[in-house]
């Protein structure tokens, strides 16, 4: 986790995300109004696109201040879900934007437009590759930063508008230079629309896997067993689970101690697992560790006294 205290990391969020959203707006507009004045079916279809970011960045704005709470009597486990859930709807979203987008570029390649675009169409798609980029290393820097998998997201949408915005450039280009390439202005926005649904998947999809309580990769269980071996006295871990709550890991198991040790030093070696797996457990957020008692350990010697 980050290390810095709740109200922190809301702050941060929303400063960053309301310069998205300023940012995104002013984008959007320009290429929405450049799109239209220029003649540009690609550029409209990126400034549809820009303007799906700006809606995430609302539905950020609106979900930071929930998920960033601390737990309490009716979220006992936190709030992080929620944030899961914002980075399933802004995928859910990216994915509806380029359906959109590709129907809209296919009637363009149907019945292309009269005349090429405008110049001013290539100098705004150039001006967005260069904004967009800029924005979403600022915003993934600080989605890493945070662990945050709504700015992640959004961090990811912003790029997509990078790429989208690059075949925009080529498109137009081209279709000013040589008049009988203007069905590539049709072409650009299918290719863009290629893009957004791909961004739009990548995001979705491990929300969803998040959201259906998939369980931790197979290293980091390893790792989670190896932790809680390392402590003094456990003699078996099993029944290992985990599952995800928002980029945090929630684990659960079963530990194996002397069956003769008193029940304060047992429950003693319990807490201690439990602090090391917060501690140094990979991406874990909260432990919740079970105690069993084994065989004792004297009786596991042999007539020797051996172990």
């Not at 995001?203 to 790792?223: F, H, N």
Request: charged letters at 20%; one cysteine or more.
């Amino acid at each position: 986790m980050s290390g810095l205290p709740e109200d922190s990391i809301l702050k941060r969020t929303m400063r960053i995300t309301t310069a998205a959203l300023a940012v995104n707006v002013l984008m959007s507009l320009s290429k929405l109004a450049g799109g239209i004045l220029a003649g540009s079916h690609a550029l409209t279809a990126d400034g549809v696109h820009s303007l799906s970011d700006g809606c995430t960045d609302i539905a950020i704005i609106i979900g930071a201040r929930y998920w960033t709470r601390p737990r309490d009597d009716s979220h006992p486990h936190g709030h992080a879900r929620i944030e899961t859930l914002i980075a399933g709807f802004i995928g859910f979203f990216v994915v509806i934007t380029g359906l959109y987008i590709a129907w809209e570029s296919f009637g363009s390649i149907v019945h292309p437009p009269e005349s090429p675009p405008g110049w001013s169409a290539f100098c705004i798609a150039i001006a967005a590759i260069v904004t967009k980029g800029l924005l979403s290393r600022w915003t993934l820097s600080t989605a890493r930063r945070f662990r945050s998998a709504a700015l992640a997201a959004n961090a990811m949408h912003q790029r997509s508008d990078v790429f989208s915005s690059i075949p925009v450039a080529v498109v137009v280009l081209a279709a000013r230079l040589d008049d009988s390439l203007i069905i590539l202005d049709g072409i650009g926005g299918v290719f863009v629309s290629l893009f957004v649904l791909r961004m739009g998947y990548s995001i979705l999809r491990p929300a969803l896997w998040q959201l259906s309580d998939t369980a931790a990769p197979p290293e980091i269980i390893q790792e989670l067993r190896r932790i809680a071996m390392s402590i003094e006295g456990v003699m078996d871990v099993h029944d290992l689970r985990t599952r995800y709550q928002g980029e945090g890991i929630q684990t659960d198991m079963h530990i194996v101690v002397d069956g003769s040790m008193p029940v304060e030093k047992a429950f003693g070696i319990v807490q201690r697992v439990e602090e090391e797996l917060r501690r140094s457990g990979p991406g874990v957020v909260d432990a919740l560790v079970r105690l069993e008692p084994g065989p004792a350990v004297q009786d596991l010697r042999d007539p020797s006294g051996k172990l």
